[in-house]
Structures are given as structure tokens and as C-alpha cells.
Nanobody, 122 residues
Framework: QVQLVESGGGLVQAGGSLRLSCAAS????????MAWYRQAPGKQRELVAT???????NYADSVKGRFTISRDNAKSTVYLRMNSLKPEDTAVYYC????????????????WGQGTQVTVSS
């Protein structure tokens, strides 16, 4: 059974920081690329960041230079460090997994969890 459990969200002021965590089970974590997505009210889901099984990262332009995705294969966990947060970062953040980044770009991750809410006040 695949499980992806996001945590670490909360309410922060603009300019603040959060670190999100996504704990995975039911997959061979080290073989998978991982991604973070977000969805704000009334908007489509947006791919925020990806990290390949080899550790290569990519970011949406809107978060580049502020967010950092990383993974700990020993803990089967992927992280998203978010710095210099802006009100427009407010969204529910989700993680997902797939063997390839192209599939993640298409939203074809293996499982959608409940996400974690990030709210940034101005």
C-alpha cells in the first residue's frame, strides 16, 4: 500500500520560512523521482519542484532561489525548505512519486495524499 504523508505546514508571516516533509512508504523510495506540488484556492495544481533518484533538482520559476527540495533515502523522506515566503505561496502542498520526472510533470504520481496547508500572511 502506497502512502505519502505530508507535514510541516502552518501559518507564517511574509519573509518567514518553513520546512515541509513527506514520508513515503509502499514504494522503493530510492528508485523514485519525487516532486512537490501546490494548489491554491481557485487555481490549478502547480508543480513546484522535483528531485530525481540521482539528486538532480528542478524548480518552478516562481520559487527558484527561495525553495530547496532534498531527499533522505535512509528515511524515505523528501523535504521542501521554503525561505522568503510570500503571500502568493499560500496553498495546500502535496508530494508525489514516480520513476521518472516526465510522469511527475504530467501529474501521474503514484499517490495523492491529503497535503499540508501553508498560509503566508502579509
Amino acid at each position: 500500500q502506497v502512502q505519502l504523508v505530508e507535514s510541516g505546514g502552518g501559518l507564517v508571516q511574509a519573509g518567514g520560512s518553513l520546512r515541509l516533509s513527506c514520508a513515503a512508504s509502499g514504494i522503493i523510495f530510492s528508485n523514485n523521482a519525487m516532486a512537490w506540488y501546490r494548489q491554491a484556492p481557485g487555481k490549478q495544481r502547480e508543480l513546484v519542484a522535483t528531485v530525481t533518484s540521482g539528486g538532480v533538482t528542478n524548480y518552478a520559476d516562481s520559487v527558484k532561489g527561495r525553495f530547496t527540495i532534498s531527499r533522505d533515502n535512509a528515511k524515505s523522506t523528501v523535504y521542501l525548505r521554503m525561505n522568503s515566503l510570500k503571500p502568493e505561496d499560500t496553498a495546500v502542498y502535496y508530494c508525489n512519486a514516480h520513476l521518472t520526472v516526465p510522469e511527475l510533470r504530467l501529474g501521474r504520481g503514484v499517490y495523492w495524499g491529503q497535503g499540508t496547508q501553508v498560509t503566508v500572511s502579509s
